[in-house]
């Protein structure tokens, strides 16, 4: 199993729609993870860090399932400036606060 | 407050040509990382330093080296460049300690090798 795994989309929604990205993770011994947004040919930015079963800021829900090893983020009322690479982050096996990235989801909002 | 820099920005190499790549932040942190970003790889970790002269290998270390003289610079090396090496490369830091583990983001370098 790889370390993280997302579905890599694309996710094509209309204004407005909610949708929602999972991600599954290997590393049990885990207990922080992020969302991390990237604009095309832009640097990964934070979204939002996940410490216990979720965190909510404005239209977008993280949420964590320790017991299945997985965490979604949920966008609700999309607008057209959502449009990104959603990265599913979470920290590494290893010291030195490294983390793994996943390959990335990849949404367009349509107007 | 600039965050963190990357020079430079484009660069075109032939096969066998060398070329260091300067990361550079101002916030202090003591961790810095390379990455290189391939279509449908996501992330991965070249080299990292945990603090001033030190340095240590990630996932993929071959071909690069790196060095850390200063705690604010983070220096990624080609010795000779390969086709395999085009990619864009993104440096990031990160405080020591903390419950965050949010790695801040240079704007990345494209490189392309022919």
């Known amino acids: 199993r790889k370390e993280v795994e997302q579905d890599p989309g694309p996710f094509n929604v209309p204004e407005g729609a909610t949708v929602a990205f999972n991600c599954t993770y290997s590393n049990s011994a885990s207990q922080s993870f992020f969302w991390y947004r990237q604009d095309c040919r832009k640097e990964p930015k934070l979204l939002m860090s996940?410490?216990?079963s979720g965190n909510e800021d404005g239209r977008f829900t993280a949420q964590l399932n320790r017991a299945s090893q997985y965490i979604s983020l949920l966008i609700r009322d999309s607008k057209l400036s959502d449009s990104a690479t959603y990265l599913c982050?979470?920290?590494?096996?290893?010291?030195?606060?490294?983390?793994?990235f996943g390959s990335g989801t990849q949404l367009t909002v349509l107007p | 407050n600039a965050g963190v820099t990357q020079t430079p920005k484009f660069r075109v190499l032939k096969t066998g040509q060398s070329m260091t790549l300067l990361c550079a932040q101002d916030?202090?942190?003591?961790?810095m990382y390379w990455y290189r970003q391939d279509p449908g790889m996501g992330l991965r970790l070249i080299h990292y330093?945990?603090?001033?002269?030190?340095?240590a290998k990630g996932e993929v270390p071959d071909g690069y080296n790196v060095s850390r003289l200063k705690k604010q610079n983070f220096l990624l090396g080609l010795e000779s460049a390969a086709p395999s090496q085009t990619s864009v490369y993104f440096c990031?830091?990160?405080?020591?300690?903390?419950?965050?583990?949010?790695?801040?983001f240079g704007p990345g370098t494209r490189l392309t090798v022919t």
């Open positions: 330093s945990v603090g001033e002269g030190t340095t």
């Open positions: 990031a830091s990160s405080k020591l300690a903390g419950v965050s583990y949010e790695q801040y």
């Open positions: 916030m202090n942190h003591e961790y």
């Open positions: 996940v410490y216990s």
């Open positions: 982050v979470v920290p590494s096996s290893g010291s030195a606060r490294q983390l793994t």
